[in-house]
């Protein structure tokens, strides 16, 4: 079961929460790991993103950091450490990768939409984990890069996310040379929504969260599935399954007070339903 305390605010430890006005702005606050998904870290996001999926407050979330690294990525010296136990590592390695896996698609499947707010350096699962957002704004001192080549460790799991949003030889260019790319480079592959000066990152940020908070929150939770389930089937698939989730659509409350709203020229009062 979701922790009920889940989405209390929090002023210390490694992820810090605070939710105002239907946004839940979640930062990861590790200095010392640079924010890396350790598994105190995969832990605590799941958790609170799950207590977000059903709180009605909750109606966008931002995802930021504090200090000079959004997410480093795993944390190698965890890693490091399992490799004393009697198989190698190899039932800690599967643990972590499955965490790491249900919180990326938590993320995806997540009926609120979810923001990444990207100030620093975001490598390896930490790219990822940008990627895995629904939208993501850097500052344009933010740099990104899938550098496992670099020590041995093809980054395979951050490749799932990172050739969903980018062109196969866009993410593959950053994968077998694992450079670091600018923030300016990351928006014109698609990787980021856009970049930022680095002194209006978090108002911009929380600015398209408050726009997305204010529209049916039952709309926006369809609209992020259909989008999500159209986009890996055939053409001719996906207009049937998108016709059928038009006509379930219409058929909602929100959807007939939208449009008379519309008609109306008057403001909507959304239910939710």
């Known amino acids: 079961m979701t922790d009920p305390t889940a989405l209390d605010q929090t002023t210390d430890g490694i ?29 605590q996001l799941s958790a609170v993103l799950a207590a977000a999926a059903i709180d009605d407050a909750v109606r966008a979330i931002v995802i930021a950091a504090n200090g000079p690294a959004f997410c480093a990525g795993h944390d190698l010296k965890q890693i490091t450490a399992a490799r004393t136990a009697d198989d190698a590592g190899r039932a800690d390695f599967e643990r972590l990768f499955a965490c790491c896996a249900e919180l990326m698609q938590a993320i995806v499947n997540h009926p609120k939409a979810v923001i990444a707010e990207v100030a620093g350096v975001a490598t390896a699962a930490g790219c990822q984990l940008v990627a895995s957002c629904d939208l993501a704004l850097a500052a344009d001192t933010a740099r990104f890069a899938t550098p496992g080549v670099n020590i041995g460790l093809f980054c395979s799991t951050p490749m799932v996310a990172l050739s969903r949003n ?10 077998l040379t694992g450079d670091m790319i600018a923030a300016a480079r990351a928006e014109q592959i698609g990787l980021i929504n856009r970049m930022v000066n680095a002194s209006q990152l978090t108002e911009q940020s929380m600015a398209i969260a408050s726009q997305i908070a204010s529209k049916s929150q039952m709309t926006v939770a369809l609209g992020k599935r259909a989008f999500y389930q159209q986009a890996s089937m055939p053409l001719a698939s996906a207009y049937d399954y998108a016709s059928e989730v038009m006509v379930g659509n219409l058929l909602k409350q929100d959807a007939e007070e939208g449009i008379d709203a519309f008609i109306g020229k008057r403001p909507a009062h959304w239910r939710d339903q």
């Open 166 to 175: 980018v062109t196969h030889k866009h993410a593959m260019e950053m994968l």
């Open 15 to 43: 992820l810090l929460s605070e939710l105002s006005d239907g946004v839940l702005r979640l930062t990861l606050n590790d200095h010392k790991r640079r924010n890396a998904l350790s598994d105190e870290m995969l832990a």
